[in-house]
Each structure stands twice: as structure tokens, then as C-alpha cells.
Nanobody, 120 residues
């Protein structure tokens, strides 16, 4: 059974940082792209960042470029999203996803989501 389990969300002041983690299990993800979406209240889910599990290919939404960094730890089967210089508009539920395709990044598998709240 494939599982993507997010952690690391919380409440932070504007300008602060958080690191989200996504632990993947249940299958081999070496051919998959791993990434993050987010969904704010009343808005559609939007792409944030994605990275091939093996390799250097990475891309980001324009709204987070230069502030967010996606990385992975193969030994731990975990993908991270380091979020710096957070803004109130980053407030959302963040979802980890796995996809066979990097661009466009979709979601063959999804996590349950973790709440990120940025106060002004």
C-alpha cells in the first residue's frame, strides 16, 4: 500500500521558515517525480514544486521561486520542502504527491496534507 505522509506544518510569523517532510513508502519511487501542491481556503489546489526522485530536474511555481527549496533524502525515502521568507499568502494545506511525469506534475499518489499558517 502506497503511503505519503506529510509532517512539519504549523503556525509561523511572516518572514519565518518551516520545513515540510514527506515520507514515502509502499513502492519504489526511483522513477517518480515527487512534489508539493497547496490549497488555500476557497481556492483551487495549485502546484508548488517538484523534483525527480533520481536526478537533478526540479521546478517551482513562480510564486515560490527563490524562497522554497525542494530536496530529497533517498536513504530515508523522504522529500522535503524548505520554506523561507514565508508570507501570509503562503497559508494553505500543503499536499505531497508522486507522479510518473515531472512536467506537468500531477498526482498519481497523494498525502493527507499538512496545514501551514503564516500570520502577518
Amino acid at each position: 500500500q502506497v503511503q505519503l505522509v506529510e509532517s512539519g506544518g504549523g503556525l509561523v510569523q511572516a518572514g519565518g521558515s518551516l520545513r515540510l517532510s514527506c515520507a514515502a513508502s509502499g513502492r519504489t519511487f526511483s522513477n517518480y517525480a515527487m512534489g508539493w501542491f497547496r490549497q488555500a481556503p476557497g481556492k483551487e489546489r495549485e502546484f508548488v514544486a517538484a523534483k525527480m526522485w533520481s536526478g537533478l530536474s526540479t521546478y517551482y511555481a513562480d510564486s515560490v521561486k527563490g524562497r522554497f527549496t525542494i530536496s530529497r533524502d533517498n536513504a530515508k525515502n523522504t522529500v522535503y520542502l524548505q520554506m523561507n521568507s514565508l508570507k501570509p499568502e503562503d497559508t494553505a494545506v500543503y499536499y505531497c504527491a508522486a507522479s510518473l511525469v515531472l512536467r506537468p506534475f500531477g498526482g498519481d499518489y497523494w498525502g493527507q496534507g499538512t496545514q501551514v499558517t503564516v500570520s502577518s
